[in-house]
Nanobody, 124 residues
Framework: QVQLVESGGRLVQAGGALRLSCAAS????????MGWFRRAPGRDREFVAA????????YFADFAKGRFTISRDNAKNTVALQMNSLKPEDTAVYYC?????????????????WGKGTLVTVSS
């Protein structure tokens, strides 16, 4: 079992930056690949970014490439999503997820574990 708690969401102006963090507890954190997803108002949940267990591989949705980065600290059991050049369309609840299989995070499979989300609002 893995418990995930996101933090860092808040109101930010367009063009600004925000860093989200996800703290994991429970099972061996370094056994899991980690991902970030989001759900905008009235829209389906979508994949944002993923990182493998060691941090040597990452994968991004097209809208995130060049603006977002993902990182992890296995010593602290945390994963972060750095978001730059934010746009109003980035407004969403952002969720952290864990799965033992890196590829599963960005190929449509349901991750093993989810956090409860943190709200990011980008004002124009």
């Amino acid at each position: 079992q893995v418990q995930l708690v996101e933090s860092g969401g808040r109101l930010v102006q367009a063009g600004g930056a925000l860093r989200l963090s996800c703290a994991a507890s429970g099972d061996a954190f370094s056994s899991y690949s980690m991902g970030w997803f989001r759900r905008a108002p009235g829209r389906d949940r979508e994949f944002v970014a993923a990182i493998n267990w060691s941090g040597s591989q990452s994968y991004f949705a097209d809208f995130a490439k060049g603006r977002f980065t993902i990182s992890r600290d296995n010593a602290k059991n945390t994963v972060a999503l750095q978001m730059n050049s934010l746009k109003p369309e980035d407004t969403a609840v952002y969720y952290c997820a864990a799965d033992r299989h890196f590829g599963s995070l960005y190929t449509g499979y349901e991750p093993d574990y989810w956090g409860k989300g943190t709200l990011v609002t980008v004002s124009s």
